[in-house]
């Protein structure tokens, strides 16, 4: 049935713009809520105090990360506030070096040198476990050696400044995405 009345048309396209209004406030909700530190999928701040492994999840058939027990980084317990203003400084010194020129993160950003969403569980860091592992990461942040085939560059990162950057970096491996990247760091992987 083909109707030419206007106030149809007009009450149609309205309703139709309220319904989908509705649609994408409740979507932009939802997001935050799953996004938002402390959210369904990212991790409050203070994970960082925690072990966090890329384990294989069998009723989602892909790898998640595990919050384990406690493991410090640099010795020290921080409180949710005191992670919050570290993992904010390593995102200033991730930005003023432009890391994602040459990284990616979720997949985003240059593909000249490795991902970095799961770096801190990369098993190059493990051959201390535990909490050397942050300090062998900000050793390489602050004096890169060569690991693989490209050189990461000497970008005068100081002692403070990587001690942030693998605060965020530890914070940044926790978050669930979806098994992103595959299989990181396991046996036949990367
Ligand atoms: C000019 C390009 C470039 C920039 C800019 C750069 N990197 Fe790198 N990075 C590399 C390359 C290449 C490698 C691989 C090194 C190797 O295999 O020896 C690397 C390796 C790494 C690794 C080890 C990755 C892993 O999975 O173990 C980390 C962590 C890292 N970079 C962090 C950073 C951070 C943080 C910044 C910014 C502060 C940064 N990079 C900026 C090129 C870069």
Redesign the pocket.
């Known amino acids: 049935m083909y109707t030419q009345d206007v106030y149809f048309w007009r009450a149609g396209a309205i309703a139709t713009v309220v319904f989908m209004c509705v649609v994408l406030a409740a979507l932009t909700i939802d997001t935050l809520r799953q996004i938002s530190p402390g959210g369904a999928r990212v991790p409050s701040y203070d994970v960082i105090n925690s072990a966090v492994t890329y384990q294989y999840d069998t009723s989602r058939g892909e790898y998640l990360p595990k919050i384990g027990g406690e493991e410090l980084i640099f010795g020290h317990r921080y409180t949710e506030d005191e992670a919050s203003t570290l993992i904010a400084k390593g995102k200033l010194?991730?930005q003023s070096?432009?890391?994602i020129?040459?990284?990616t993160f979720f997949g985003n950003g240059g593909y000249?040198?490795?991902d970095?969403t799961r770096?801190w569980m990369?098993p190059?860091?493990a051959i201390s476990p535990g909490p050397k592992r942050a300090e062998r990461?900000a050793k390489?942040?602050t004096n890169?050696l060569?690991?693989?085939?490209?050189?990461?560059?000497n970008?005068k990162?100081r002692r403070d400044e990587a001690e942030a950057?693998v605060a965020y970096?530890k914070w940044l491996s926790s978050v669930d995405s979806n098994g992103f990247p595959d299989r990181f760091g396991a046996p036949g992987a990367n």
């Not at 060569?146 to 560059?153: N, S, T």
């Open positions: 010194v991730i070096r432009a890391c020129d040459c990284h000249y040198a490795p970095l770096a990369d190059v860091w990461l390489f942040l890169p060569r690991l693989g085939a490209r050189p990461m560059p970008l990162i950057v970096l």
